[in-house]
């Protein structure tokens, strides 16, 4: 693991309804640095902060006061069309819910966020397969996410998520919306991922079993870390 800065964030706070009557901050003052190759998770009940997070971290929403870098880029400083640029290349994104486009095969899906980003198609088509093998769903090229079971789709996802390189793997509640085995398969693929790809993993969860299998758990709770418990050697086999 290198020691690359991927994430920083300091002193981030988050209000809504600012200057209001009900004005609320979810977030009171988040400080954290996330390394190039690290697995980690931030884990919070439901109404921690996690989800406010989760959407700065991912460029999603700008925080009301401190400072994140993603990459060494101070992202407050960007308008919404280098925002966008940001999210398609440097974020990869794996969501609960899968978000994959319908009437769509699994190829074109993975293929998306190449097109976007302006790739041409024959390599496109070269990625989309190479990841489609990285998550054993080859055969399924063809299948359009109707065909495909709750954690095809996720699998499919992941590989979208991929698709241009990212420098941080951002994944909500991946195994939310999946059974116990299915979402064992799906951790064992991010550990595969981390371990083979040297991708940088950022795992949102709800669960403390999930977060037990990362290198590194950040602890969130009304809107401040608790804990933070630092790298350590996990076994991922």
């Known amino acids: ?8 964030m300091r002193d981030i706070i988050k209000r809504y309804y600012i200057g ?15 390394t190039e190759g690290e697995f980690v998770s931030i884990v919070g009940a439901s109404g921690s ?14 925080p009301t006061e401190g400072t994140y870098l993603l990459g060494g880029v101070d992202i407050s400083t960007l308008n919404d069309v280098e925002l966008s640029r940001i ?7 794996v969501f609960q819910t899968f978000n994959l486009i319908s009437r769509t095969n699994a190829l074109k899906n993975i293929e998306m966020p190449m097109m976007y980003a302006g790739i041409p198609r024959k390599q496109r088509m070269q990625r989309a397969e190479e990841l489609l093998e990285l998550v054993d769903m ?5 299948h359009q996410p109707n065909e495909l079971s709750g954690g095809q789709k996720q699998r499919v996802a992941i590989a979208r998520a991929m698709a241009n390189h990212p420098s941080i793997l951002l994944a909500d509640e991946p195994t939310g919306a999946l059974d116990t085995k299915t979402g064992r398969m799906i951790m064992d693929l991010f550990h595969k991922l981390h371990r083979e790809e ?8 709800h669960s403390p079993e ?7 758990i950040v602890t969130i709770s009304d809107g401040s870390i608790i804990s933070d418990t630092g790298v350590r050697s996990y076994a991922a086999d």
């Open 87 to 93: 999210r398609n290349k440097e974020i990869g994104f």
């Open 198 to 205: 040297g991708t940088t993993i950022v795992l949102i969860t």
């Open 1 to 8: 693991m290198s020691n690359k800065v991927v994430i920083s």
């Open 49 to 62: 902060g996690k989800s406010t997070l989760m959407n700065i971290i991912g460029a999603l929403d700008r």
């Open 210 to 216: 999930l977060a037990e299998e990362t290198q590194r």
């Open 138 to 142: 080859a055969d399924r090229a063809d």
């Open 20 to 34: 209001k009557p009900n004005e609320l901050q979810i977030l009171n003052g988040i400080s954290f640095d996330v």
